[in-house]
């Protein structure tokens, strides 16, 4: 099994793709993220797996732009991230949409931005292609509010790929839809990541979601938040649900569990320390 | 989306409250939901019927049973509702002049408090500096300030308008500089996200996410004018709904002045109506 733990240390560092070192983020003073660093490859689909308060969204945030660290620096192709940019296209939980805006709307403000030398019956027209290339071809016309929560987030990855950023960064986008929804959303991504091939950066909680989705897979510890392990998933491309009843998989996976439970036991060790300390 | 809908409830619930404060505005505070009757008193949606038909009632007994003056000073139902069909022509006349006072202040308090209420709201620098005169100046009650800008203005016309303006600016002001401060962290992403530029945030994003706040301050707004309006009318008017009720009020002549009173309560009525249709159909997209 060539799922062995990768040191980030020796993963190949070049001008490509998305670079993180040395990085430290708190909020109020409380660490949130302490001593990352980490390389993304152009291309690569990168799971930031780990439990609820580990900072992944924050981590993702940071990848955005959106904040900005507070040591330690993060670049893409080799220049420092300052603040958003349309290189970088987000599609955010359940929010990605302006309720006030019809999704052909959404779409056609994202491709004024990206597109801005063309006109609105271009706008038009294009954002009608990317409606249709995530199945809403029939839902240019609706309100956000009015569809369901898979549509929204169709509408969302569709508003990502107007934007033709290289970089798809993903904060758990399919963490509140339904079992079936979720499976088809996450075909769907897999499909437009390949072609044009795109760097996505998705962040779950969900251990099945990771390793189906993600050539690499980073697991983060809580309290602060830092890698714990990286892990390449050996799994063919294209893979299929019937690998969730593998062996393989199944070891995988609770190779990751028990990472989570000894992170858990870990700072529930650290608070009773920390407790009697104070006693 | 439930986060926008938990933004939206604090807004309903502060026009209602700030609205509740103000004399005039009724809308909707006669309905109780919490309060739950017993079923043989339990009279849907005609209970507001049944008050006012009582309040009618009431009127008719204390004219009727009253003496030569109070008959006088109370005049019945049925001869208010003949001397208000009979001074309609003039009411409407006078709708007319109040109405071209009003709606030239209305939209040029309500397009200014908007536009600087985003900009002061979006702009922490603007804000820490226009703020304290704010806080000063905009709890000064606006009818203050009418013999003052009866003396300083060249109309009557002009100066009504001024009063009208402040009364509406502040709370339009307010509440949109308030609602485009607190914007959800969300939209905020999002426009970073897209790379909208400032004028194209304002507009596209921070104005109609802001609208709920905006058009509580509209509605507050909409009642101090007709407060400033008929104040300002009863000072030095020639024509209009306050100067009727004080010309008639100069003569005694109590029929009319109830009836002009009653009158000026529909149109305050309906305007609040109407406005309450704009704000639904611009808000289609909060639910």
């Known amino acids: 099994m060539s799922a062995a733990p990768v040191s980030h240390s020796d993963s190949h560092r070049s001008m490509s793709g998305i670079d993180v070192s040395a990085l430290q983020f708190a909020y109020e003073g409380i660490p949130i993220l302490s001593d990352i660093d980490l390389h993304v490859a152009e291309g690569e689909f990168l799971c930031l797996l780990g439990p609820s308060g580990c900072g992944k969204t924050t981590l993702l945030r940071l990848l955005a732009g959106l904040d900005l660290p507070a040591a330690g620096t993060i670049s893409y192709n080799g220049s420092q991230i300052q603040g958003p940019s349309l290189e970088r296209g987000v599609v955010f939980q359940n929010y990605s949409l302006f309720p006030w805006f019809t999704l052909a709307e959404n779409i056609e403000l994202a491709l004024s931005k990206s597109h801005p030398q063309h006109d609105a019956n271009w706008r038009q027209a294009h954002a009608q292609d990317y409606l249709a290339r995530v199945g809403l071809g029939d839902s240019a016309g609706q309100y956000p509010s009015l569809l369901s929560g898979g549509m929204q987030q169709r509408g969302a990855i569709a508003r990502a790929l107007a934007l033709g950023s290289p970089v798809l960064l993903m904060d758990e986008p399919f963490g509140a839809l339904d079992p079936i929804n979720r499976a088809k959303l996450q075909d769907l991504l897999l499909e437009l990541w390949a072609s044009p091939r795109k760097t996505v950066v998705f962040v779950t909680h969900d251990v099945e979601e990771a390793l189906y989705l993600a050539d690499r897979v980073v697991v983060l510890g809580s309290s602060p938040g830092r890698i714990i392990q990286e892990i390449a998933v050996p799994f063919e491309r294209p893979r299929s649900r019937r690998l969730f009843s593998s062996r393989e998989f199944i070891e995988l996976s609770e190779r990751i569990g028990q990472l989570f439970r000894e992170d858990v036991l870990q700072r529930i060790e650290a608070d009773s320390q920390l407790a009697s300390v104070k006693e | ?287």
């Open chain 2, 1 to 287: 989306m439930a986060s926008l809908g938990s933004q939206s409830n604090p807004a309903v619930t502060s026009t209602l409250s700030a609205a509740a404060q103000l004399p005039g505005a009724v809308r909707g505070s006669f309905k109780s939901p919490n309060i739950s009757w017993p079923k043989t008193l339990r009279l849907q949606g005609k209970e507001g019927l049944i008050f006012i038909a009582g309040v009618i009632l009431l009127w008719q007994f204390i004219s009727s049973f009253s003496h030569f003056s109070g008959k006088y000073l109370f005049p019945s139902p049925l001869l208010t509702a003949q001397t208000l069909w009979a001074s309609l022509p003039e009411l409407l006349i006078g709708t007319v002049y109040s109405f071209l006072i009003l709606l030239p202040s209305l939209a040029l308090a309500i397009s200014l408090g908007v536009v600087w209420g985003l900009i002061v709201g979006t702009t922490p620098a603007l804000n820490r500096m226009f703020s304290p005169f704010a806080r000063f100046a905009s709890p000064v009650p606006p009818t203050i300030y009418i013999p003052y800008a009866i003396a300083l203005l060249p109309t009557f016309h002009t100066a009504a308008g001024f009063v009208v303006f402040i009364g509406v600016f502040w709370p339009v002001f307010l509440n949109t500089a308030n609602g485009a401060g607190g914007l959800p962290q969300h939209y905020r992403d999002n426009a970073r996200i897209l790379g909208l530029a400032k004028v194209e945030y304002l507009r596209r994003v921070v104005f109609p996410a802001t609208l709920p706040q905006i058009f509580s301050g509209i509605s507050v707004g909409l009642v101090f004018a007709f407060i400033m309006l008929t104040v300002a009318e009863l000072f030095g008017a020639s024509k209009g709904l306050g100067r009727f009720v004080q010309l008639y009020a100069d003569y005694a002549d109590y029929p009319r002045m109830v009836a002009g009173i009653l009158y000026t309560g529909v149109v305050v009525w309906i305007s609040m109506e109407v406005l309450e249709r704009i704000k639904k159909r611009a808000l289609f997209w909060l639910r």
